[in-house]
């Protein structure tokens, strides 16, 4: 089980739609898919189009202790409405969930622990990859999602303040490495929202490039089929499977970027498959 | 990009290169960019017929036997076999359905297997 948290400390730069686009792309493949929604705000269940949610706030609660099982998201069909793909949604009940979880002495390893016992799970129950959308803000479940995942994927759009959210997203990273309380790896940073034509965009790349090698990876081209999917409550596997946020930008004559590019490069990086 | 070497993802590389690329056409004279333009599109008018593929080495090397056997380009081999196949596929000779593989790759939905 390979658990991938998607974070930017700044709003709007694509992670739930990094997310869900990914999580259902590995659904379709046949995999086992576990999206969690670590933000009150509930997008994701909105970019699917289903009903809101709460189900995280069973899966963290910290009262359940050493009874707790995650049968509910075993059982039956996956409420997503898409085969593979199962759910643990948020909404503003997360609010107090977070307040609980703050009041604990290990609060921040509860979802940790959750997750733990999910990688238990028998042959058939278990899932292949949990993605973790969390929140645009720094609180105990941001420091939850970092402490208990595997690797760490950063979207960012290319100005100034979201650049910024790369930096303070690794600091904080760094800082949990450093005092033993996460072995989580960066994944990769993925641009978003790249237009080609843009000075703007161009010198952020070169930019983000400069700063960060090889972790930064091909970006997602600005397309605004992520915009339409996320109102039609609709996937970009769903809605435009061969658009440009999924099969990337021509140069020359093959396809760079998009998010079928980003599958394949964290397949290589996660080491699946 | 500074003096300093960073080692970039090669996809990522080539974007700031083409960026690069673009933002120094901008600045020169209107007579040498359009001179630029105009042979941007004589290389693409050439290489509009050229594609690159990957093929199965056994099937290459019987080409290029091919090319020689009959002395003629292995490119024009390759253009009368698949202007044959072509022709089986839209008349009905040929099942390309029979031919898929469910892909484990992300970019692709299907594999097509064949002799």
Redesign the interface.
Known sequence: MVVIAVTNQKGGVGKTTTAVTLAHGWACAGKRVLLMDLDSQGNVADSLGIEPGHELVRFLDPEAGEGWQPTYIEAGDPQSGRENLYLVRSDKHTAPLKRKLAAEPFGVQVLGERLKLLRRAPRGAAFDFVVMDCAPSVDILHTAAMVAADWLLIPTRLDQLAVKGVMDALGTLASLRGAGHSSCEVAGILPTFYDRVTTESHDQLVHLASQFGKLVMPPIPLDTQCRTATRLGRTLWELDPGGRAMAGMLMEREFVGGYRSVMVRLQEVCGVW | ??GNF????P??????G???AR?DEARQPVADRQRKQRERERTKARERNR??LDLPLRITERLTALGELHRVPVSQVAGLLLAEGLARLEGGEIDIEAAKR?S????YDWNLEYQ
């Open positions: 990009m500074s960073v080692a970039l993802d996809a990522v590389a080539d974007l700031i083409a960026g690069n933002r594609v690159m469910a484990n790759s992300p970019k």
